[in-house]
């Protein structure tokens, strides 16, 4: 268990608390601000604790419940911004008084432990980053039979919502994978070899863009797809990315275009540096190194084959499951829809109302100009996450 925060009083608690307060004729204490802070001001000194609202969102329902995130793994920058991401969405619900976070560490006995633990505590909500897929179903199984709504998102873990777990937060890879293969096919003239970068051994998140990727590629039979198929396993870790890319480098006289899910080990590893190889044409998901190196290198002339397209890294996803889990459990009504602003102020309906497929949106596209790079952030960041500058510094620190 990574990290558990109990608010005792309740609402009922903090009700009595501010009219103990009216009687001495002080300030009374707001409902939503005593309840959420109390458990997110832990969090980080409350630097994700989103801002107080006149209204509480009709998702959130009213009765009181226990939320939790069971990662898979937690210790990624994409996983760091979707946990700050979390906390942050939970934070508008006074109704949700304690908050548990718990890391798999890439070890499925650990993720399944997990589940395992927060229902046996009787955890209202839970939300799950399958990243081991079917092999977390029976302990998922286990979780809802004990009565805890529990989520699933992302990544699929076979079984059926309503029998095997609450619901399933999907994601519209195969078309990412489709978008993305056009992209660098066309990037790269018709022709040479790219390899695909993936997840963990089988999960769906990647085999689904694979999917997409292969379709895109029947139409370009000088593409050769080269390395492990339908994807080079690296479980989402910037030292896999690094090392596979070494591996493949040293067999390959050529690399010329690269596809993959986390982004921020293809430039950050250094291995097409290292090596004195041409920067390939990248498509995966955001990452500011992409736009400031682009924008370097561009910038000075230096390095003109180097050209990226990016779909937003979507840490975000989680917010939705999160509504969803907290909706379920407490009562609340999905009936708004769900919004993304991007970096360059731009809203996107990521999800409609009552929702549970979400739709990405593109963001960058070198070749039309297009290159997002916030100084203000690292090389890991990205430039999509629904966070403030410096709740992404806050949240890339770790130990959420």
Same mark, same amino acid.
């Given at each position: 268990?990574?990290?558990?925060?109990?608010?005792?009083?309740?609402?009922?608690?903090?009700?009595?608390?501010?009219?103990?307060?009216?009687?001495?004729?002080?300030?009374?204490?707001?409902?939503?601000?005593?309840?959420?802070?109390?458990?997110?001001?832990?969090?980080?000194?409350?630097?994700?604790?989103?801002?107080?609202?006149?209204?509480?969102?009709?998702?959130?329902?009213?009765?009181?419940?226990?939320?939790?995130?069971?990662?898979?793994?937690?210790?990624?920058?994409?996983?760091?911004?979707?946990?700050?991401?979390?906390?942050?969405?939970?934070?508008?619900?006074?109704?949700?008084?304690?908050?548990?976070?718990?890391?798999?560490?890439?070890?499925?006995?650990?993720?399944?432990?997990?589940?395992?633990?927060?229902?046996?505590?009787?955890?209202?909500?839970?939300?799950?980053?399958?990243?081991?897929?079917?092999?977390?179903?029976?302990?998922?199984?286990?979780?809802?039979?004990?009565?805890?709504?529990?989520?699933?998102?992302?990544?699929?873990?076979?079984?059926?919502?309503?029998?095997?777990?609450?619901?399933?937060?999907?994601?519209?890879?195969?078309?990412?994978?489709?978008?993305?293969?056009?992209?660098?096919?066309? &990037?790269? @003239?018709?022709?040479?070899?790219?390899?695909?970068?993936? =997840? %963990?051994? *089988? #999960?769906?998140?990647? !085999?689904?863009?694979?999917?997409?990727?292969?379709?895109?590629?029947?139409?370009?039979?000088?593409?050769?797809?080269?390395?492990?198929?339908?994807?080079?396993?690296?479980?989402?870790?910037?030292?896999?990315?690094?090392?596979?890319?070494?591996?493949?480098?040293?067999?390959?006289?050529?690399?010329?275009?690269?596809?993959?899910?986390?982004?921020?080990?293809?430039?950050?590893?250094?291995?097409?540096?290292?090596?004195?190889?041409?920067?390939?044409?990248?498509?995966?998901?955001?990452?500011?190194?992409?736009?400031?190196?682009?924008?370097?290198?561009?910038?000075?002339?230096?390095?003109?084959?180097?050209?990226?397209?990016?779909?937003?890294?979507?840490?975000?996803?989680?917010?939705?499951?999160?509504?969803?889990?907290?909706?379920?459990? &407490?009562? @609340?009504?999905?009936?708004?829809?769900?919004?993304?602003? =991007? %970096?360059? *102020? #731009?809203?996107?309906? !990521?999800?409609?109302?009552?929702?549970?497929?979400?739709?990405?949106?593109?963001?960058?596209?070198?070749?039309?100009?297009?290159?997002?790079?916030?100084?203000?952030?690292?090389?890991?960041?990205?430039?999509?996450?629904?966070?403030?500058?410096?709740?992404?510094?806050?949240?890339?620190?770790?130990?959420?």
């Amino acid at each position: 268990m990574k990290n558990t925060v109990t608010l005792n009083i309740g609402l009922k608690g903090a009700a009595r608390f501010s009219a103990a307060f009216l009687l001495f004729g002080l300030a009374p204490i707001s409902l939503g601000t005593a309840q959420a802070a109390q458990w997110c001001q832990s969090i980080s000194g409350g630097i994700f604790c989103a801002p107080k609202q006149e209204k509480t969102p009709s998702w959130c329902g009213t009765k009181e419940i226990s939320l939790a995130l069971a990662d898979g793994t937690a210790q990624n920058p994409w996983r760091q911004l979707a946990t700050a991401a979390a906390i942050n969405e939970a934070s508008q619900c006074p109704n949700v008084i304690s908050w548990s976070h718990t890391d798999g560490q890439g070890n499925t006995q650990k993720a399944i432990s997990d589940i395992t633990s927060l229902a046996a505590r009787g955890t209202n909500a839970i939300v799950v980053f399958p990243d081991a897929g079917p092999a977390l179903l029976p302990a998922i199984r286990d979780a809802f039979n004990q009565g805890s709504t529990i989520i699933p998102y992302r990544a699929k873990v076979g079984g059926t919502e309503g029998k095997d777990y609450s619901m399933f937060v999907g994601f519209d890879l195969k078309q990412e994978g489709l978008d993305w293969g056009n992209w660098l096919a066309k &990037a790269m @003239g018709g022709k040479g070899k790219l390899v695909y970068l993936g =997840g %963990p051994a *089988g #999960t769906s998140q990647s !085999i689904e863009r694979g999917q997409g990727l292969t379709e895109a590629l029947k139409n370009y039979p000088e593409i050769e797809q080269i390395g492990q198929l339908p994807f080079e396993v690296t479980n989402w870790d910037a030292d896999r990315v690094g090392k596979a890319l070494t591996a493949l480098i040293a067999r390959y006289p050529s690399i010329d275009g690269v596809m993959v899910d986390s982004s921020y080990g293809v430039l950050t590893s250094g291995a097409f540096q290292r090596a004195g190889r041409p920067l390939p044409k990248i498509a995966g998901e955001d990452v500011n190194s992409y736009g400031c190196t682009w924008n370097e290198l561009h910038k000075n002339n230096k390095d003109e084959n180097f050209q990226y397209t990016s779909n937003s890294a979507a840490s975000w996803t989680v917010r939705l499951p999160i509504r969803w889990a907290i909706a379920t459990a &407490a009562g @609340g009504k999905m009936d708004q829809p769900m919004t993304i602003k =991007g %970096p360059d *102020g #731009t809203e996107h309906e !990521i999800a409609g109302p009552g929702g549970k497929v979400i739709k990405n949106f593109a963001l960058d596209d070198s070749l039309a100009g297009k290159a997002f790079c916030n100084p203000k952030l690292p090389d890991t960041a990205s430039n999509s996450t629904s966070l403030s500058d410096e709740q992404v510094l806050a949240a890339l620190k770790g130990g959420l």
